[in-house]
């Protein structure tokens, strides 16, 4: 069975930092590409990065770019995402996802629960 559990979501002051967390089992970490997607209250899931499967290949939503950082390590089955200069804006329940295919698009096999970031101004 395959699981993806997010952590390390909470509250922030804006320009704050928070480093989520994104544990899989259950599949061939290594064989997934691993995005990070983000749903604020009232609105769609919104693209925020993705990570090929060995970190070659990395891409940003224009509104995180310079902001936040998306990493992976195969050997933890782990993908992060490290997120600076929050802004109230980034407030939403973030989702990590795995895909056969690297996409900007909702289009992944599976996904976890999500996690809750919330930033003050």
């Known amino acids: 069975q395959v699981q993806l559990v997010e952590s390390g979501g909470g509250l922030v002051q804006a320009g704050g930092s928070l480093r989520l967390s994104c544990a899989a089992s259950?599949?061939?970490?290594?064989?997934?590409?691993m995005a990070w997607f983000r749903q604020a209250l009232g609105k769609g899931r919104e693209f925020v990065a993705v990570?090929?499967?060995?970190?070659?290949?990395?891409y940003y939503a224009d509104s995180v770019k310079g902001r936040f950082t998306v990493s992976r390590d195969n050997a933890m089955n782990t993908v992060y995402l490290q997120m600076n200069s929050l802004k109230p804006e980034d407030t939403a329940v973030y989702y990590c996802?795995?895909?056969?295919?690297?996409?900007?698009?909702?289009?992944?096999?599976?996904w976890g629960q999500g996690t809750q970031v919330t930033v003050s101004s």
């Open positions: 259950g599949l061939p970490f290594s064989g997934y590409h």
């Open positions: 990570i090929s499967r060995y970190g070659g290949s990395i």
């Open positions: 996802a795995a895909g056969r295919y690297q996409s900007t698009t909702p289009d992944y096999n599976y």
